[in-house]
């Protein structure tokens, strides 16, 4: 059966409020620490008997810590040099002992053992960034796209090198540069259109189409923005069906 | 009131065999007779039962000695002399068989049994990373349940940790890879009342070996390189691709470099996907043009075993890939 253009309006209508609303509600505002928690937040509660770090820096914490227990996405902004010849900043390696702790605790932790940087949340992502750039609107990732359309994008690459093509002047540079790992699409088209978020919250979105763990990574230099991509899929283990087949084959009440 | 026989049963026989019924039946009417016969046959007497129950009680006093032996336990006076009552019974307890009016598998007793089942691809996973947990669970189903688990290994230095959920169950750890397929006893003894039973697997300890890869196409849109290799890990001792249904999605894949890549490449590690694969970007691209020059040793592992090196070459056109190995 076909709909008649006139009975499509109102339900195009409703949809176009709907997704206005769901794009901009949980974004309106970044979460700094200790602000509410949203229901995608519940994660951030989940215990950790024990997180132990050896010697490394807060991006191996938080490659460890969204392995588990509570696998979650998050998007990490190296603080970044100015120029790509410049030599490395040198990242603080330090050593943590956490016990029956959670995950926010953790996430405290870490970014008070390196305290360039802060967190935050968008939706269910952790983002932490360099504590510097927090107020400052020229930073890329702070940059405002008042509507972001994308279509039919089958990699990252293509939402990635839409942005600036999509933000005001002045023009920015940015690329993927990457060795290892990976957060491939689905094979499916993605056609999508976000309003009123911060490129930080699109760069989010775009490597959550990888999955639900999708992880992205901010580095480079001034003069070289560069954005890598990856997954730890531990947001999609799930108990093989054979053991499901055992449990369930076995006699519901033995008899002793 | 008595029930009345209403059914009848014929068979044919031979004229000697006819003869030698008659002089057995007697007094009694061929079919009286065999009607006797076939329900004694069908119902033993208790002498019978005695003898056979003597006979399972027997094993039983052997079996606990020889399981304790096995077990390198000390043989004790106490259950030399009693041997229907071990430690986990005392004296006698009401669940324990004697007390029940029988001896083991006797009125009142029953024989446990255990079933253990592994992945059905027969295999367990050398490493330590948790994400290997689910496909080297071995579960078991028992009956009756109450009774106490022992678990042993065919090689010296597995480990029996409880499933989380699940159990009966457990996740075997090992760090030492099988010389053959099948080479791993995994033997699960289960005791109850003293009753013990037990069942072994034949397992595989795979270590990852290597992993092959497509030739993905270049699909970077400005300068440089945009190429996503799928790999599939392949394991020892028999060069076989890891099973895609032992969901062992998130097991890491750690990646090292030398020298490091071009400034401003981000590097990272993978993962094991749902399929068991995992992929590996390499990707120098870029909105703007590039002024790159150097040459890259790409280390792949899983679990700590090296599966594959790369070289990579960057240059201002983008990264020129060439696999080194190994390949079987």
Known sequence: MRQSGRNLKYPALLFSLTLLFAVSRPFATEQQLGAQSAPEDKFLDTKVPEFELQDQTLVDGLWKLARAPAPFAFGFENVLKKRLADADIPDPKFSLQLKNTTVRGVLNALCEADSRFIWSMDGATVNVFPRAVTNDDSYLLNRRLERFELKNATDVDKGLFAIPQQLPPPFEQVAHAQAGGGDPYPPEPWTVTFLNLSVRQVVNRLALRGGPCGIWIFGGAADFRSFGFFNTYACSKQQPPWIQKIIESRPKNPQP | ?328
């Open chain 2, 1 to 328: 009131m008595p029930t009345p026989r209403s059914k009848s049963i014929s068979t044919k026989v031979t004229e000697e065999e006819y003869s030698q019924f008659e002089t057995l039946a007697g007094e009694q009417t061929i079919s009286e007779w065999v009607r006797d016969a076939l329900l004694k046959a069908a119902k033993p007497s208790p002498a019978e039962q005695t003898i056979v129950a003597e006979l399972l009680a027997l094993r039983m006093i052997l079996m606990n000695i020889l399981f304790t032996i096995a077990n390198r336990e000390p043989l004790t006076s106490t259950a030399m002399n009693d041997p229907w009552y071990g430690s986990s019974c005392g004296s006698p307890p009401p669940a324990c068989p004697e007390d029940q009016g029988g001896g083991a598998d006797g009125p009142g007793s029953v024989t446990p049994t255990i079933t253990v089942q592994g992945n059905p691809y027969g295999s367990i996973f050398v490493g330590t990373d948790p994400n290997l947990a689910a496909a080297n669970s071995i579960f078991a189903t028992v009956s009756p349940s109450g009774g106490t688990f022992t678990e042993t290994s065919s090689v010296s230095g597995d480990t029996f940790t409880p499933v989380q959920s699940g159990g009966p169950g457990w996740v075997v750890g090992t760090t030492t890879q099988s010389t053959t397929a099948g080479d791993r006893k995994l033997t699960f003894a289960y005791t109850l009342n003293n009753v013990p039973a037990s069942q072994s697997l034949n397992v595989t300890a795979r270590q990852f070996a290597y992993a092959t890869n497509n030739s993905p196409s270049n699909t970077c849109t400005g300068y440089g390189t945009t190429q996503v290799y799928t790999y599939t890990p392949y394991t020892h001792p028999d060069k076989t691709a890891v099973q895609g249904g032992n969901n062992l999605s998130g097991t890491a894949v750690t990646e090292s470099f030398n020298p490091q890549p071009p400034a401003g490449t981000v590097t990272g590690s993978g993962a094991l996907n749902t399929d068991a694969q995992f992929t590996d970007t390499l990707e120098y691209c870029s909105n703007s043009p590039l002024t790159i020059s150097t040459t890259v040793t790409q280390t792949l592992s899983i679990e700590g075993y090296q599966v594959r090196q790369n070289t990579l070459k960057y240059s201002s056109t983008g990264i020129t890939y060439t696999s080194l190995g190994p390949t079987q």
